[in-house]
């Protein structure tokens, strides 16, 4: 099964400065999906951004970004501006883009974001 | 949009009583999900449907069954609850097909089981 390791288990930011989540990952797998999401303090869990792996560009959506290194097996989300609606915690997650293992995903154990006024 | 709920946001139960968890969506996915959410631990899977009546094994099974009778419905069982069950249950609804699916699951907000 494919592991996914996120070393940080609490970041802190400051208010409109910038923010990396690390994320790593262990495939043998050449097409996946990778994901970050967010699941604030007492609410849902949403979707932040995602990417393919077989596309080279890296995902952008709005202040979030990712750096997907694919050689590297790499997928680490900046936020950019941090706003105080940032504070959650972010899980990265894996899913085999084939059809064998039901679209589930393998998860990180997440890493808690502190937003700092 | 993609509306997934779940039954109760918060459980109290006694050890070796029976346990329904339910889970419902409202955009038609065929593939539904039951993860297990423990400090520290991030998200273990349970179990997995991809149709009705349909179900798989995830990571974490053990003490744990599942039913789906309509598409839109997916329940997990505990048959005899016991302490180190307690935990934040979320389930997950996403569609089929490799283009469509890539916009990855929706979850619901949670069950928070505390079993004493």
């Known amino acids: 099964a494919q592991t996914v390791t996120q070393s940080q288990p609490e970041m802190s930011v400051q208010e409109a400065e910038t923010v990396t989540l690390s994320c790593t990952y262990d495939t043998s797998e050449s097409d996946y999906y990778l994901f970050w999401y967010k699941q604030p303090p007492s609410r849902q869990m949403i979707l932040v951004i995602r990417q393919e792996a077989y596309k080279q560009q890296n995902a952008t959506e709005n202040r979030f970004s990712v750096n997907f290194q694919k050689a590297a097996k790499s997928f680490s989300l900046k936020i950019s501006d941090s706003q105080l609606g940032d504070a959650a915690m972010y899980f990265c997650?894996?899913?085999?883009?084939?059809?064998?293992?039901?679209?589930?995903?393998?998860f990180g154990k997440g890493t808690s974001l502190l937003v700092t006024p | 949009d993609v509306k997934v709920t779940q039954s109760s946001r918060y459980l109290v139960k006694r050890t070796g009583e029976k346990v329904f968890l339910e889970c419902v969506q409202d955009?038609?996915?065929?593939?539904m999900f039951w993860y297990r959410q423990d400090p520290g631990l991030g998200l273990r899977l349970i179990y997995f449907?991809?149709?009705?009546?349909?179900?798989e094994k995830g990571d974490i099974p053990e003490g744990y069954s599942v039913s789906r009778e309509k598409k839109e419905r997916f329940s997990l069982i505990l048959e005899s609850a016991s302490t180190n069950q307690t935990s934040m249950y979320l389930c997950?609804?996403?569609?089929?097909?490799?283009?469509?699916?890539?916009?990855?699951?929706?979850f619901g907000p949670g069950t928070r089981l505390t079993v004493t």
């Open positions: 449907s991809y149709d009705v009546k349909m179900k």
């Open positions: 997950a609804s996403t569609v089929s097909g490799t283009g469509r699916s890539r916009v990855g699951q929706y």
């Open positions: 997650a894996y899913r085999s883009a084939g059809g064998n293992s039901g679209y589930a995903l393998n």
């Open positions: 955009m038609d996915h065929e593939n």
